[in-house]
């Protein structure tokens, strides 16, 4: 399978199976459509050619197809079968969050009065309790069950990762601190390296959290929306007071402290501020150096949800984005956009190309009350429930004959698509919940997933020459 697109008024092909990836003159591209798609093919796209610059771009095209860089044979990979190592878990270390996000994935039902000290915020706040679960912290004892689950199904594979998520996870400090240094002990006695990261809206981001994710940590994120307007307008706390003056302020601390260490600013867009680039520039210009905007993917009904008729605005916005995103790097005025950043020619190993994130597989997502789930947006839902580690049950014959089959391979939209190999079949999640099941990824998720694999493409040409 051969692509061929423009991008930043040039055009490039990309082979699927290969990887191969080019750029293109405009009549080089037309021939290469004509030969993948001869009954699309119409005389009078070569009319403005000479039938010298026909033939010698016609053999150039034969040479590289003799190659087999261009229209080459379908790889005949399968997946590795699922062996029962699970090398990554999620800890939901609360379901209480300290704001209330117009979009967030996670079912809001009612509000906690919740005690906290942390670095100036008020004594008492009501938060908001998530994912309609019973409310509350996980307990030490079930984080530590959660480390020791993972340490029993890893294996012989040495790297781990544990991701502290929530609600907000800096509500639940202590408890953090406390199971990175269980983690810690036991990866010396069973010679494993844990990994670390965190997501947290920053409003309780002070000093003692900051020095704990510079030294344990190996990835922050931090959920900031682009622009004060935008941010404010989504993430209003439980009282509807404004978030973003706080968030960004300690974010901003934070980051002047983090030094070359891993961190990257994550921002969502909605229907309300299609024009996404500006917040994508905007979190540039408040000093931050690792960014990315993410669509939210919601029902159709909900008034944030991006419908299909809020494409071509998205593409286009994409595409804008692309070229700011030079513009200012060649200026000298460098930040990395997590979409764009790509190595064109040292991805992802066979095994993540074909099924990507291995949610229900290799990565799994533990509640508070110590429920396992196939990824964190799955928890609550009782037919995805896998297990728990305060009880030692796991299903393993369910990812065995469901999770497993969630690869590139096992879904037919994805069988006819250029992108398959850098997208991996997308986001399970939104797959069940929006596409209607695991086999069938949300076709407005596959189309700005496409954009963008486009446009980092087209970024990595330009700046590589």
């Known amino acids: 399978m051969v692509h061929t697109f423009q991008c930043l008024n040039r055009y ?18 037309i021939l290469i459509e004509s030969r993948q798609f001869p009954a699309k093919t119409r005389a009078g796209d070569f009319l403005r050619f000479s039938a010298q610059e026909i033939r010698d771009a016609n053999r150039e095209i034969d040479v590289l197809t003799r190659e087999g860089v261009l229209f080459s044979a379908p790889a005949a990979s399968e997946p590795s079968e ?40 008020e004594a008492e706040r009501s938060f908001t309790n998530l994912y309609g679960t019973a409310s509350g912290h996980m307990p030490l004892a079930t984080a530590k069950a959660a480390v020791d689950f993972l340490i029993a199904h890893l294996g012989k594979t040495r790297n781990l990762e544990v991701d502290f998520f929530g609600g907000e996870p800096l509500l639940n400090l202590s408890v953090v601190k406390e199971t990175v240094a269980y983690a810690r002990v036991l990866e ?13 809206n920053a409003l309780l981001l002070g000093d003692d959290a900051t020095d704990f994710f510079n030294a344990e940590m190996d990835n922050v994120v931090l959920s900031i929306d682009g622009r004060e307007n935008v941010h404010n307008s989504v993430r ?10 706080l968030s960004l302020k300690n974010a901003l601390s934070f980051v002047k402290r983090r030094g070359d260490k891993k961190y990257y600013v994550r921002g969502t867009f909605t229907a309300k501020n299609l024009d996404f680039c500006g917040d994508a520039l905007a979190l540039a ?24 008729s809020h494409l071509p605005a998205i593409l286009a916005e994409y595409e804008k984005l692309a070229g700011e995103y030079l513009a200012r790097r060649a200026a000298g005025e460098w930040f990395t956009f997590f979409h764009f950043n790509m190595d064109v020619y040292n991805g992802p190993c066979a095994a993540k190309r074909l099924k990507s994130c291995g ?33 030692g049950r796991y299903e393993k014959e369910l990812p065995l004959r469901f999770w497993a089959r969630n690869h590139v391979n096992s879904k037919p939209a994805c069988q006819a698509c250029w992108a398959k190999y850098y997208c991996s079949g997308g986001c399970a999640a939104s797959a069940v919940k929006f596409g209607g099941a695991l086999s069938q990824p949300h076709g407005l998720s596959c189309a ?18």
């Not at 117009?102 to 942390?118: G, L, P, R, S, V």
């Not at 210009?285 to 299909?308: C, M």
């Open 12 to 29: 490039f092909t990309v082979d699927t199976e290969s990887g191969s990836f080019f750029e293109t003159d405009e009549l080089t591209r």
């Open 82 to 121: 699922f062996n029962g190592v699970v090398k990554s878990l999620c800890l939901n270390v609360t379901h209480l969050c300290n704001l209330r996000c117009a979009y967030c994935f996670a079912d809001e039902t009612k509000n906690e009065k919740q005690k906290t000290k942390n670095d100036g915020w």
């Open 188 to 200: 010396k006695k069973h010679n494993k390296n844990f990994r670390f990261t965190i997501t947290t």
């Open 236 to 245: 209003k706390t439980p009282g509807g007071a404004d978030s973003f003056a």
């Open 285 to 308: 210009d408040y000093g931050f150096t690792n960014v990315s905007i993410e669509p939210v993917v919601l029902p159709e009904t909900h008034p944030l949800a991006i419908r299909q």
């Open 359 to 391: 949610a229900g597989c290799e990565y799994l997502a533990v509640a508070p009350d110590g429920s396992l789930y196939p990824c964190h947006q799955f928890v609550g839902s009782p037919p995805h429930l896998v297990g728990n580690v305060l009880t």
């Open 448 to 465: 700005m997933m496409q954009k963008r694999i486009e446009c980092a493409l087209a970024v990595y040409a330009v700046e590589n020459g």
